[in-house]
């Protein structure tokens, strides 16, 4: 466990134990995939910030148990239809569920932990929480619609980028803080600021994970190296590449993207290193995570705050 998740053990013990009960099904098949993607681990950090952030507000119930359990059944859902799409076999080093089972079951148990998530919603009976869960899943599905259209698209512009991964990643980082402010009776400016943070932290996250797929390796990433080369996504390494790096570097990139391949990533990654494209992308994951950190400052001193410092600086750090 890393430090921030050692604050929390109880908690993220109590969360495992609920999503297991939650994951109960009269169909064999659900119950198996479900588990499967238990065991998978993970670094769990969604179900994670409702923990810290609704404790670091002072929240002494246990229905941030429950909270935390459905932002982690939304996430896993989202999982196992992005795996459909971008026909991905490899995930936190094992087969992906598409690949274990097939397509139709992997679609179809995300369907039933989406569903699983909103029983799950109406017995907190709190309209807010509905009310931002039911938003977010929404703008999530919105953002996975606009990288598909993106996918194979060199003209994508940065500003484009940076609203996909909002909608993709940040959107339930971003629900996850907030709901946990509702569930600890927040005033409307703390919500905002937990809200916030989450929205920043969101984003470094996924601009680490864009850097990672050309600088990290297979092993440490659980998945493969190129990926999102091979489905033609035009992240920001690639994006800023193909306007600061040489004619020649831009027409490489450009290629790769419309072709939907990475037969020539070495080539490519030197390129996006020579330019400067990574370093460009880290620095604007560590203005994100200079942003979240501000929106902390309203939290009274403890180690819930300080465990939510650890992981926005663990955003930037991490190698996997």
């Not at 999982?79 to 936190?92: C, G, Y």
């Not at 980028?161 to 959107?171: E, P, Q, R, S, W």
């Not at 990654?269 to 620095?283: H, K, N, P, Q, R």
Request: aromatic fraction near 6%; charged fraction near 25%; charge should be negative.
């Amino acid at each position: 466990m890393l430090p921030f998740h050692q604050v929390a053990a109880d908690d993220f013990a109590a969360v495992n134990q609920h999503i297991i009960d939650q994951l109960h099904s009269d169909v064999p098949l659900v119950e198996n995939i479900g588990h499967y993607l238990v065991e998978a681990g993970g670094k769990r950090l969604r179900p994670l910030l409702v923990l810290l952030c609704s404790r670091a507000a002072g929240y002494q119930g246990s229905n941030h148990i429950t909270l935390a359990a459905i932002i982690e059944f939304i996430h896993t859902a989202t999982l196992l239809h992005d795996d459909v799409v971008d026909t991905s076999d490899m995930r936190r080093g094992r087969l992906t569920a598409n690949a274990q089972w097939g397509n139709a079951p992997a679609v179809l148990v995300g369907d039933f932990l989406y569903s699983r998530a909103f029983q799950m919603m109406v017995a907190l009976r709190d309209m807010d929480i509905m009310s931002i869960l039911s938003d977010t899943t929404n703008t999530i599905a919105e953002g996975e619609v606009q990288q598909l259209v993106n996918a194979g698209d060199p003209a994508v512009s940065e500003e484009n980028y940076l609203t996909v991964i909002h909608k993709k990643t940040g959107a339930l980082f971003e629900a996850a803080c907030e709901t946990a402010a509702v569930l600890a009776g927040c005033t409307d400016d703390e919500r905002e600021s937990l809200k916030l943070y989450g929205r920043h932290l969101g984003s470094a996250f996924q601009l680490v994970d864009d850097a990672l797929d050309y600088r990290g390796n297979s092993e440490e990433l659980g998945k493969n190296v190129g990926d999102d080369l091979a489905e033609g996504k035009p992240t920001l390494p690639l994006i800023y590449a193909m306007a600061n790096g040489t004619a020649e570097q831009a027409v490489l990139v450009k290629a790769a993207i419309e072709q939907k391949s990475s037969e020539k990533l070495t080539e490519i990654v030197a390129a996006i290193e020579s330019c400067g494209a990574l370093d460009y992308t880290f620095d604007r994951a560590k203005k994100e995570v200079a942003l979240a950190l501000e929106k902390l400052e309203f939290l009274p001193d403890g180690e819930y705050k300080t465990a939510l410092r650890q992981l926005a600086e663990f955003s930037i750090q991490r190698t996997t």
